[in-house]
């Protein structure tokens, strides 16, 4: 039993040290395929749209509960391709964005909607609404924000 044992320890440290032989992950590497990722990702990156607003906040100011507000920002393509944006998610159900749902040129412009629904949301207020587009980044926000007024009390 001792020598089936012995054995068997002999043959599992050698398959190990045999299957460990090249450490170095590095050489597995294929840098034909790295050059081509990096010349496809600088390709990409001069000829993606670009994506400005005309500003990325809005401050509704003082507002009284219960009442929608509503502003829109203009969202201008500055790239060299078409901008898409897949979708508008904001960060809470009172906040409904509406945003362009045809591809914005390079040098045009579109419009996105904001509506924020002050009921029952009293004081202080921030919101963001995430524009999920095919620029680089992939993401970009903007803001709105504003004091509630509570409703007075009956």
């Excluded at 050489?27 to 749209?49: H, L, M």
């Excluded at 045009?108 to 524009?131: A, D, H, I, R």
Aim: aromatic share 6%.
């Amino acid at each position: 039993m001792k020598k089936v044992i012995i054995t068997f320890t002999a043959v599992l440290l050698s398959t190990v040290l045999v299957s460990c032989k090249e450490a170095n992950a590095v050489a597995k590497v294929n840098t034909t395929n790295v050059e081509q990722a990096q010349k496809r990702d600088k390709e990409i990156s001069v000829g993606a749209p670009q994506i400005v607003f005309d500003r990325e906040v809005h401050d509704f100011g003082i507002v009284e509960e219960g009442f929608v507000v509503e502003t829109s920002f203009k969202v201008t393509n500055t790239g060299k391709t078409d901008l898409i944006i897949t979708e508008a998610k904001a960060s809470c159900g009172c906040t409904v964005p509406t945003w362009p749902k045809e591809p914005i040129k390079p040098g045009e412009t579109g419009e996105l909607q904001v509506k924020f629904n002050t009921s029952g949301k009293p004081n202080k207020q921030s919101k963001t609404v995430t524009l999920y587009t095919n620029t680089a980044k992939g993401r970009d926000e903007v803001k709105i924000s504003g004091m509630v007024t509570p409703k007075k009390k009956a």
